[in-house]
């Protein structure tokens, strides 16, 4: 087994490291609290209020939170990297694990398992208790789409999450990273949809959105577009490698 692969004891040291950082693993857990919380708000303030209350969309408006749990995604996934680039953290990383690919595979390891499980609970979560309020407008589990919504909710956030972290690896800053993919995510799409005839639907949340909707119109499907995102992803992680291992602590 080749040395520079994750091992059990570093895996664990990150993890306590997360667990030791009020902020990185309050991020964690408002990606569950925000999604959660806010789908059930707005489905109790207008979900019976008529069809189509939630949107043109009712699968993917059975998923609105995550528009807010993927901020809280970003945040976690920054906030893991960033921590190694203040008062001198990431030299001493190196010092313990002295080989820089086994320690950054390992960081985006944790992020990546964590960020899955938190989010297959929180698409979980989000559908059954987001549909409760909703009256004779619920959907169900055997409704077309629903299960593959869940399930690819809580990956999209995953890769949100990792999509961070590869970039803080770059910038080696949390808030500038977040100073850039908050609006990216929010005006971004608007922007160029309008501007490049329908190039917005390859950017990372549109792509990877297309997995909550129930029907999809442009050239991507479900899970192409939640494969766009991966290669966002993996896009940001491959250069956040290339960042840590070239550079000085």
Same mark, same amino acid.
């Given at each position: 087994?080749?040395?520079?692969?994750?091992?059990?004891?570093?895996?664990?040291?990150?993890?306590?490291?997360?667990?030791?950082?009020?902020?990185?693993?309050?991020?964690?857990?408002?990606?569950?609290?925000?999604?959660?919380?806010?789908?059930?708000?707005?489905?109790?303030?207008?979900?019976?209020?008529?069809?189509?209350?939630?949107?043109?969309?009712?699968?993917?408006?059975?998923?609105?939170?995550?528009?807010?749990?993927?901020?809280?995604?970003?945040?976690?996934?920054?906030?893991?990297?960033?921590?190694?680039?203040?008062?001198?953290?990431?030299?001493?990383?190196?010092?313990?694990?002295?080989?820089?690919?086994?320690?950054?595979?390992?960081?985006?390891?944790?992020?990546?398992?964590?960020?899955?499980?938190?989010?297959?609970?929180?698409?979980?979560?989000?559908?059954?208790?987001?549909?409760?309020?909703?009256?004779?407008?619920?959907?169900?589990?055997?409704?077309?789409?629903?299960?593959?919504?869940?399930?690819?909710?809580?990956?999209? &956030?995953?890769?949100? !999450?990792?999509? *961070?972290? #590869?970039? %803080? /690896? @770059?910038? =080696?800053?949390? $808030?500038?990273?977040?100073?850039?993919?908050?609006?990216?995510?929010?005006?971004?799409?608007?922007?160029?949809?309008?501007?490049?005839?329908?190039?917005?639907?390859?950017?990372?949340?549109?792509?990877?959105?297309?997995?909550?909707?129930?029907?999809?119109?442009?050239?991507?499907?479900?899970?192409?577009?939640?494969?766009?995102?991966? &290669?966002?992803?993996? !896009?940001?992680? *491959?250069? #956040?490698? %290339? /960042? @840590?291992? =070239?550079?000085? $602590?």
């Amino acid at each position: 087994m080749s040395t520079a692969l994750p091992t059990v004891p570093v895996l664990r040291s990150e993890w306590i490291k997360i667990r030791s950082l009020r902020g990185t693993f309050g991020a964690l857990i408002a990606v569950f609290a925000a999604t959660v919380g806010i789908q059930v708000l707005t489905a109790a303030a207008m979900g019976q209020a008529e069809a189509g209350s939630m949107g043109d969309d009712p699968l993917l408006g059975a998923f609105y939170g995550v528009n807010f749990g993927q901020i809280a995604a970003f945040a976690f996934g920054a906030s893991v990297l960033s921590a190694e680039f203040h008062n001198g953290a990431l030299r001493t990383s190196l010092t313990a694990v002295s080989n820089r690919t086994r320690f950054y595979l390992s960081k985006i390891a944790v992020v990546g398992v964590l960020a899955f499980v938190v989010g297959q609970v929180t698409g979980l979560l989000t559908f059954v208790l987001g549909q409760v309020p909703m009256g004779r407008y619920a959907l169900s589990p055997g409704d077309p789409g629903t299960l593959r919504a869940v399930f690819g909710s809580g990956v999209y &956030l995953m890769l949100m !999450a990792l999509l *961070a972290a #590869g970039l %803080t /690896a @770059v910038l =080696r800053s949390a $808030a500038v990273v977040l100073s850039v993919l908050i609006p990216f995510v929010v005006m971004a799409p608007f922007i160029i949809g309008q501007a490049a005839g329908g190039a917005a639907e390859f950017l990372p949340d549109q792509a990877g959105q297309l997995v909550m909707h129930l029907d999809s119109a442009g050239r991507l499907g479900p899970w192409s577009g939640l494969g766009v995102l991966a &290669l966002w992803a993996l !896009a940001a992680v *491959a250069g #956040g490698w %290339t /960042a @840590v291992h =070239r550079r000085d $602590a």
